[in-house]
């Protein structure tokens, strides 16, 4: 057997080379495709970076609509759109409240739930009441009810509809060129409300 390997000497160190010489191509290709793998990641961290620039509002619809849960939409969307993104209205979604109650054109704010009901299910909620526009003790200017808006400091029924009749707001800042709400008023109230 040793006279077979001294006679192969040379074919065996040759296949051995070629051997490590595959395997360090090999390890060499996988790093670099490590390496790009590297970069696609800082890619998309860039991208999503981007998309934080962009407005977004986060709204929760429930009740009788396919697919209800959070959705993210960007700024300016209105009732329309979040229906649209929650598979629509089931069967048993009354459909004469929300055309009696729902302004299927309101703009959607930040934090926002409506709850769609069921035909015979009694609700008193809105997409402008009580129930959907305050969060953590804040009222929204742009969806509160005029007895919401009344319950501010230094804001009475006349300034509550004037408020109201301004909507939509962009702003809460934008609250002040409502005629009679000056700064003093608005120091009064810029913690309690929201968009």
């Known amino acids: 057997m040793s006279e077979i390997l001294e006679k192969n ?116 909620q809105t997409l402008g009441g009580e129930t959907s526009q305050t969060l953590n003790g804040k009222i929204s200017i742009n969806n509160a009810s005029l007895s919401e808006l009344d319950s501010l400091p230094g804001i009475g029924p006349a300034y509550a509809q004037k408020i109201i009749d301004g909507r939509p707001y962009k702003s809460i800042e934008e609250v002040k060129s409502v005629k009679g709400i000056g700064e003093s008023t608005f120091e009064k109230i810029k913690d309690r409300i929201v968009l």
């Open 9 to 124: 000497k040379i074919i065996i160190v040759m296949f051995l080379a070629l051997v490590a010489i595959i395997m360090g191509i090999t390890i060499l290709l996988r790093i670099n495709s490590i390496g790009d793998e590297e970069i696609v990641i800082e890619k998309r961290t860039e991208d999503e970076n981007n998309t934080e620039e962009e407005k977004f509002v986060r709204v929760d619809i429930q009740g009788e609509v396919e697919k209800p849960g959070v959705y993210k939409l960007s700024e300016g969307a209105i009732f329309e759109e979040i229906l649209e993104k929650a598979g629509g209205l089931t069967e048993k979604a009354d459909e004469d409240f929300i055309e009696k109650n729902l302004n299927r054109a309101q703009l959607l704010t930040d934090q926002q739930k409506i709850y769609i009901p069921a035909i015979g299910e009694s609700s008193g």
